[in-house]
């Protein structure tokens, strides 16, 4: 053998394998909630079948600095309308909602009398059929609006309607075929002459004397 030539090592050896104790205390950390090993262990050991299939629950951490606040979305949506909305009408109408929700009374609808209504309307419709006319000068034409639906006739109305008389409000009107018929221009008699109120002429001086 040549001095200074370390032997060599057969190819069949076992690998050596040095412990070392430093890199034992170099483990990674358990992150937190996660489940140890012993009740991994223990579960897998026990008699319960149930308790071996279990998920681990995990353990909530005492930092709950990185957990966010709940937001109630519903909420939000309603204060988005509330302060979109233009006019006060609206938001009065939406608190009213609200009120209704939460379990108070519903607030009743303010009615105008008929006595005040009923000049409203008739002017209302009076600056309508104005408007209308003078917009047919001006030659504007407007398209009929769809809310204006055309008034139904029922069959009994076409029969009552096709007879004499006049209907309305369910009341066939039929005076005047019981009234006397009028003469036509023939055989009407003819117009008698009026007597005048006027005083008869009084006799003149130059006339003749009544005898005694």
């Known amino acids: 053998m040549v001095k200074g030539r370390p032997k060599p090592t057969p190819v069949n050896a ?7 104790p430093s890199a034992s205390s170099t483990r990674k950390p358990r992150r937190p909630g996660a489940p ?15 308790d071996m299939y279990r998920k681990p629950v995990l ?11 709940d937001i109630d979305i519903g909420k939000l949506l309603k204060d988005v309308e509330l302060f979109g909305a233009s006019s006060f009408k609206e938001r009065k109408k939406i608190e009213n909602r609200k009120v209704v929700e939460l379990g108070g009374k519903a607030v009743k609808k303010h009615r105008t009398p008929l006595s005040v209504a009923k000049p409203a309307l008739k002017n209302q419709k009076k600056r309508e059929l104005k408007k209308i006319e003078e917009e047919k000068l001006l030659g504007i034409f407007r398209k009929r609006d769809k809310n204006s639906k055309a008034q139904k006739t029922r069959p009994e109305d076409r029969v009552l309607r096709a007879t004499e008389g006049h209907f309305k409000n369910g009341i066939l009107d039929v005076k005047h075929l019981l009234s006397a018929p009028k003469p036509s221009g023939r055989d009407a008699p003819e117009p008698k002459m009026r007597k005048g109120n006027h005083k008869g002429k009084g006799k003149q001086k130059g006339g003749r004397r009544k005898r005694r």
């Open 59 to 69: 353990e909530k951490s005492a930092d709950t600095s990185d957990d966010e606040p």
């Open 14 to 20: 076992p690998a050596e394998v040095v412990f070392d």
């Open 36 to 50: 140890s090993a012993s009740n991994e262990w223990r579960s897998f050991m026990g008699s319960s079948l149930s």
